[in-house]
């Protein structure tokens, strides 16, 4: 395994909840990487961000990490849980809270509900 | 290069070849892909959605990058 496999490896599993993005949580620069960080943030969630702009063997890396071609990737409990579109999937059929409540990760539970309430 | 919807199209229809699939997006570089297919049945979306950006074979951000974002929606029939 690779050095930045490894550091991917031990980044995922030493946070419960990790976001490979474009830009930061506070500066998202893609509306993807934004959309998700806006999902995290709306929940309260906890979680470490990680700049794939900021570093291209990250960027590369983290795409061969997942078998998955595109950034933002999600991981909760060093598992990835997919990108913008699934993601936005799982907060409005509630798949997402279940994982949170799974794995004991905090979230407002209110602010969920408004989200599929408005989104109907 | 920007990857067009009848490019797309055919692509994903070599790899599912009795599926419903709908192309939409006219920029080449934000598309969007809905593909229904048997072969979803059981797959988790990941596994879905792994499946279609293998049948686009690399052109998905890769070297060549010529789709940025390619927003899929993959489900099973019902």
């Excluded at chain 2, 048997?38 to 797959?43: A, H, I, K, Q, V």
Aim: charged share 25%; aromatic share 6%.
């Amino acid at each position: 395994m690779s050095d930045i496999q490894a550091q991917i490896k031990e980044t995922v599993e030493s946070h419960d909840v990790v976001l490979f993005m474009k830009g930061s949580k506070l500066m998202p620069q893609c509306g993807f990487s934004s959309r998700v960080a806006g999902i995290l943030g709306g929940l309260s969630v906890e979680y470490t961000d990680v700049n794939c702009l900021a570093n291209d063997a990250i960027r590369q890396g983290i795409k061969d990490f997942s078998d998955w071609p595109t950034i933002p990737q999600l991981y909760v409990k060093g598992e990835f849980v997919g990108g913008c579109d699934i993601i936005t999937e799982m907060t409005l059929s509630g798949e997402l809270d279940q994982l949170f409540d799974k794995h004991g990760i905090g979230y407002d539970k209110s602010a969920a509900e408004q989200i599929r309430a408005q989104n109907g | 290069m920007t990857m067009y919807a009848n490019e797309i199209e055919a692509l994903l229809r070599a790899q599912f070849p009795n599926a419903e699939i709908t192309v939409d997006g006219e920029d080449g570089m934000h598309m969007g892909a809905t593909v229904v297919d048997e072969s979803f049945r059981g797959m988790s979306r990941i596994q879905q959605q792994r499946a279609v950006y293998a049948a686009l074979k690399g052109k998905m951000d890769g070297p060549d990058g010529e789709l940025h974002a390619l927003q899929l929606r993959t489900r099973a029939p019902e």
